[in-house]
């Protein structure tokens, strides 16, 4: 028997060729005042749906009524029923690249808001990572599942392209990263980049990407390759950076990279690595935090090595905490 103090009560009755059901709304509260069923019945007889019942038909579900309600009465005391709990969804996607498809796919943990991306699939660890968070916090977790490899390679007019899935988010960044695999040497055509425009504006579309206030984006980097020296004065992707800060304490291969200066500052007091972009991006290499930053939103790139798994944990949590559950 469902709760009366949290369900609608449904009768389905048959008669003179009429088929409908009586409805009332909050049973328990005829148990718990002395209003009488009779009231209860009266209510439903000046609804529109039971005065297309005939007498004899409304007398039978009447009799329903009190029967359902009385037994409401005497359970309502020991049960109770809650909704199931919804703890996760997953959704999977293809998207149509030249002659192959690409497919990514969405996990909705319980009905947090916040978004986390990850496409690139051989940085699998980052990924574990967050979905350690979500469990606990709630949210959505976007990512590319096309190959297992960090380049996105795909079938056009007899020849195979690649590109790498985080140069993909502007037009100056397709141009700079799609390369032609079956020929090294042979200028890559302009439908191959057309190609990978069009998906790239069905992925942010359709994920809403660009209507979103804030995401967090997932990355695993190797020793000794990116770190938060790359983006010191003098180093390689010294244009990306607005501000700077190079913790005492932590390892140069774990940092973040952010578009929101009181996200950059918070974290600053924390002694993390961090960066924040210059968001007049005078390179343009088409990553999501280019996205990001000309559409105002707030993002953190979370970087760590695989090897660094409890750290990245530690860092995913740091960043819900600071960009909170939009």
């Not at 916040?114 to 977790?141: C, W, Y």
């Not at 939103?297 to 905490?321: G, K, L, S, T």
Request: aromatic share 8%.
């Amino acid at each position: 028997m469902k709760s009366l103090e949290q369900e609608r009560i449904f009768i389905t009755v048959q008669g003179d060729n009429v088929r409908d059901e009586i409805q009332i709304r909050s049973g328990f509260e005829f148990c718990q005042t002395e209003i009488s069923v009779i009231a209860a019945i009266r209510a439903c007889q000046n609804s529109s749906r039971c005065q297309k019942l005939s007498r004899m038909t409304y007398l039978k579900s009447a009799a329903l009524l009190l029967a359902f309600v009385l037994a409401g009465c005497t359970s309502l005391k020991t049960t109770r029923s809650t909704a199931p709990h919804v703890e996760l969804t997953l959704q999977k996607v293809a998207f149509q690249l030249g002659e192959t498809k690409i497919h990514a796919q969405s996990r909705q943990f319980g009905t947090g808001k916040l978004t986390m991306v990850n496409v690139h699939d051989d940085e699998q660890e980052s990924v574990d990572a967050a979905v350690i968070i979500l469990e606990k916090r709630g949210g959505r977790l976007v990512e590319l599942t096309h190959s297992g490899k960090r380049r996105v390679v795909f079938p056009l007019d007899g020849n195979e392209y690649s590109f790498d899935p985080n140069r993909i988010f502007s037009k100056a960044g397709v141009r700079l990263t799609v390369r032609n695999e079956t020929n090294r040497d042979a200028k890559v055509p302009e439908n191959a980049h057309l190609a990978v425009d069009q998906f790239a504006a069905q992925f942010i579309r359709y994920f809403k990407l660009d209507q979103s206030p804030a995401f967090i984006t997932l990355h695993n980097n190797g020793d000794g390759g990116l770190s938060i020296h790359t983006y010191e004065p003098g180093g390689d992707w010294a244009a990306d950076t607005d501000e700077l800060h190079v913790s005492s304490t932590i390892d140069p291969d774990e940092f973040y990279f952010v578009t929101d200066k009181r996200i950059y500052d918070h974290l600053k007091k924390r002694d993390a690595n961090v960066i924040l972009q210059d968001n007049s991006i005078k390179r343009d290499d088409g990553s999501l935090s280019v996205f990001a930053g000309r559409h105002g939103i707030r993002y953190i790139n979370v970087e760590a090595q695989p090897e660094h798994f409890e750290e990245q944990i530690r860092m995913i949590e740091i960043a819900v905490e600071v960009m909170g559950d939009k």
